[in-house]
């Protein structure tokens, strides 16, 4: 079995500040991808990113930056100089690729994000 | 434009009454999935189909139902829906299964009485 563990329900920062959202996950397959998905308030599912097992890169897209650690089975998402607009719900999600053709994804339980101006 | 649509947007119906909610794409993606929200549980997968007729189900399948005639549609249905069904829901199709990101609808909010 697999699990997504975001253990910050909700968090709340002031304009300008960095943020990181934690994800923790588990699973028994060798190669497997992990993902962020964002929820604005409008409600949409919008892709971020996402992450092979076997690729531990470190990933950075403007404000975004994303380290994945194996050893400790994190995929964390940071984000520099919070503006209001990334405010949202921030979800990880995990699928496993051992299997040929199967796509059983499991996600986390979110992370409410409030960027206050 | 690329994208996956779902209707209707918000649906009230009471307990027991059938109901549809429809899901289709127009990316050729061969992966569709459907997906429930609730609060303080994230999004919990329904059902997942890999190609047309192959489906399979996801972590709470209990009381839903899929088709997969065509590619592009991929319909939900409640036989008999309960207020335990009341939930936020959203399709989402893929072009390489695990590896791809999913394309999301924008979501049927569903309440049953």
């Known amino acids: 079995a697999q699990k997504v563990t975001q253990a910050q329900t909700e968090i709340s920062v002031v304009e300008k500040e960095d943020v990181t959202l934690d994800c923790v996950y588990e699973t028994r397959d060798t190669t497997y991808y992990l993902f962020w998905y964002k929820q604005p308030p409008s409600g949409e599912l919008v892709f971020l990113i996402r992450?092979?097992?076997?690729?531990?890169q470190n990933e950075i897209s403007g404000r975004y930056s994303w380290n994945f650690q194996k050893s400790t089975s994190s995929f964390n998402f940071t984000i520099t100089a919070s503006q209001v607009v990334d405010s949202a719900v921030y979800f990880c999600a995990l699928t496993p690729g051992d299997s040929g053709g199967y796509q059983k994804v499991t996600f986390g339980t979110g992370t409410k994000l409030q960027v206050i101006p | 434009e690329a994208q996956v649509t779902q209707n209707p947007r918000y649906l009230i119906t009471v307990t027991g009454k059938k109901l549809t909610v429809t899901c289709s794409q127009n990316m050729n993606h061969e992966y569709m999935s459907w997906y429930r929200q609730d609060p303080g549980l994230g999004l919990r997968q329904i059902y997942y189909?890999?190609?047309?007729?192959?489906?399979d189900k996801g972590d709470v399948p209990e009381g839903y139902k899929v088709s997969r005639k065509e590619k592009r549609n991929f319909p939900l249905i409640l036989e008999s829906p309960s207020p335990n069904q009341t939930s936020l829901y959203f399709c989402a199709s893929s072009s390489h299964g695990k590896k791809s990101p999913l394309h999301f609808g924008n979501g049927t909010r569903l309440t049953v009485t």
């Open positions: 992450r092979n097992s076997f690729d531990e």
């Open positions: 189909s890999m190609n047309v007729e192959v489906t």
